[in-house]
């Protein structure tokens, strides 16, 4: 460093370190900044440029010498060493993993988008032939019911009133019977849990792709079968692969790859010390917390949807059944005040059950028990191919998994111990335990 180049640092350094002093006085600092030289401050700043253009350089060097060696590896393969062929396979079936689930996360991003757009055409037509069909109802019942005070004479005059609440009536028993097979309520239900279903398909994707995952062909495998049980289990379409409305018991909804796993029903005895938050207690909590969703939280859920799918055959059976009445009593009340009176009330009570079925949206019901019971069943199902894996380090931390079990049943890490001694204590004192597993609905 030459002088110049000395004096100009030491008088740069001078303001902040003793400007404040006595002993130096604010002239000789003026004058020594007045004293730099500007060739000197210029050329200061040159080796960065330098820098630069020489980085610019080896960057171009370097892009060079890789292009030459991948065309000169693609055109000679067998330049390559083993351990370089080996590990170039690898990265090219990484690759193509990595495109197939970045494919698989777009096409699941259109089924929640499709899955949105037709619940919202579904609850549209829930709606619309709701209010129809009780209007086109009411007012088949309201015209026969006035038709007496309307004309005085022979069965002619009463001829027109007759016929068109007769046609609405029958208008109504067809609307009746399309929607009682379709039900809209439940079908908007359906799409409202394959939406739901989708999006935390969707976020397990994207946090597998967000925290650098490497991909392979059972990730791939494992996501196509996780995309296509959720397609099964909540169709699109209507005609030939729509959900059976009323089948000839309660079944839970199962939108999940199953397993075949074998329940064990010993715990382990060799734990040694605590592993991946594991023990012998955490393990008979779980399972005895999975014991009470078994034996409590499903039984009554299977009791409720049954008395639902009921209800719902007896009303959809009603419903067309009365309005079907109204339409014979309505085409024979100008003979027979009779025929017209059971025609009035035949038209008011299917206007009172269709409101029940429909304006209640009693499919819906039925479809969120069939939903929650799918929820026993998959928590039942995960919590026993947990437990029946037999290294602890291949499980999910024992910590993490009791959390996710609380949380997934409404309670607190303490709630959920409480419930898991009450219902040991209960079997083995022969005392009735009727507490619930899940707090949440």
């Known amino acids: 460093m030459s002088l110049s180049q000395l004096h100009v640092s030491s008088s740069i350094s001078l303001p902040s370190s003793i400007s404040s002093s006595k002993y130096c006085p604010s002239k000789t600092i003026n004058a020594s900044i007045n004293h730099i030289p500007k060739l000197v401050l210029s050329s200061i700043s040159l080796p960065k440029v330098r820098k630069t253009n020489l980085l610019k350089e080896l960057h171009k060097k370097s892009d060079l010498e890789i292009t030459n060696t991948i065309e000169t590896r693609t055109n000679n ?37 499709m899955h949105e757009n037709i619940r919202e055409q579904r609850d549209n037509w829930h709606s619309l032939l709701f209010k129809s ?14 038709a ?101 018991k309660y079944e839970p909804s199962s939108w999940w790859p199953k397993n075949n796993f074998q329940t064990i029903e010993k715990p ?17 909590e779980i399972r005895e917390i999975n014991e009470v969703v078994r034996t409590k939280d499903k039984e009554d859920y299977e009791r409720l949807g049954n008395i639902a799918l009921k209800l719902n055959k007896g009303l959809a059976i009603s419903g067309p059944l009365l309005t079907g009445v109204a339409t014979i009593g309505s085409a024979f009340s100008g003979v ?41 069943d998959l928590l039942e199902e995960s919590t026993n191919s947990t437990l029946e894996e037999s290294e602890l380090d291949k499980r999910e931390n024992g910590e993490v998994f009791e959390m996710k079990m609380a949380l997934k049943l409404g309670r607190s890490l303490s709630e959920l111990k409480d419930l898991a001694n009450k219902s040991s204590s209960s079997r083995t004192d022969d005392n009735s335990f009727s507490e619930f597993a899940n707090k949440l609905f």
């Open 133 to 146: 069909i009780n209007m086109i109802t009411l007012s088949a019942t309201t015209m026969l019911a006035l």
């Open 336 to 376: 027979s005040p009779a025929a017209a009176m059971v025609a009035v009330v035949a038209g008011a009570a299917a206007t009172i059950i269709n409101t029940v079925e429909h304006g209640g949206q009693v499919g819906m019901v039925f479809e969120m028990y069939r939903n929650c019971g799918g929820f026993f």
């Open 77 to 113: 393969p067998s330049s390559f060493t083993d351990n370089e062929q080996q590990d170039h396979d690898s990265a090219a079936n990484s690759d193509v993993s990595t495109a197939k689930i970045w494919a698989i996360l777009e096409e699941v991003s259109n089924r929640i988008e």
């Open 148 to 248: 007496p005070t309307t004309h005085v004479g022979g069965i002619l005059s009463h001829f027109p009133i007759n016929l068109s609440s007769s046609l609405l009536f029958f208008a109504a028993t067809g609307m009746l019977i399309v929607m009682n097979k379709l039900q809209p309520s439940q079908l908007v239900e359906e799409q409202r849990n394959a939406t739901r279903l989708f999006k935390a398909l969707r976020r397990e994707i994207e946090n597998f792709i967000f925290l650098g995952n490497v991909p392979t062909h059972k990730d791939v495998d494992i996501l196509i079968v996780k995309t296509l049980a959720l397609d099964k289990a909540y169709p699109l379409a209507l005609i030939g692969a729509m959900l059976e409305k009323f089948p000839k």
């Open 268 to 284: 382990f005895s060799d734990y040694g010390n605590e592993r991946n938050g594991w023990s012998q207690e955490l393990e008979n």
